[in-house]
């Protein structure tokens, strides 16, 4: 799990993002910013591609640890979403998710991030191996 005082320490420029997006007026909450909702099924979209590197079988989200937002973002900001592994198991795959923003001033912030647990099924929903 990478800690929130290293990732301000990386290159930016080596990192590519799972997805990248734009958020619109639409995904506005009642105070103006972007609704946690809409960024947290981002969040998991992010962790489903990475997380889709290590089985060709169906996957399934299981579980997301706390989520904490550290900034609100805008409409407008283009946002980040890193995804990396962090253990594959038997029927699973865990995956930390960082979210960015790009706020209007060009600065990097870091919005929030998300450790994700998904599971390999079959066609009738049960576990099966990853690989």
Do not use: C, W
């Not at 639409?26 to 947290?40: E, M």
């Not at 790009?102 to 600065?107: L, M, T, V, Y």
């Amino acid at each position: 799990m990478t800690d929130s005082s290293n990732l301000n320490s990386l290159d930016q420029s080596r990192r590519e993002p799972a997805i990248r997006v734009v958020l619109l007026p639409r995904d506005t909450n009642g105070n103006g910013t972007i609704f946690g909702g809409v960024i947290l099924s981002y969040i998991d979209l992010a962790g489903s591609v990475e997380a889709g590197k290590h089985t060709k079988n169906r996957l399934v989200t299981v579980a997301m640890k706390e989520v904490v937002f550290h900034q609100p973002v805008l409409v407008g900001e283009v946002v980040s979403f890193y995804a990396s592994t962090v253990r594959v198991g038997n029927t699973s795959v865990t995956v930390q998710v960082e979210v960015e923003s790009k706020n209007r001033k060009g600065e990097i912030v870091q919005v929030t991030q998300a450790e994700l647990t998904f599971v390999s099924v079959n066609q009738e929903g049960r576990p099966v191996p990853v690989r």
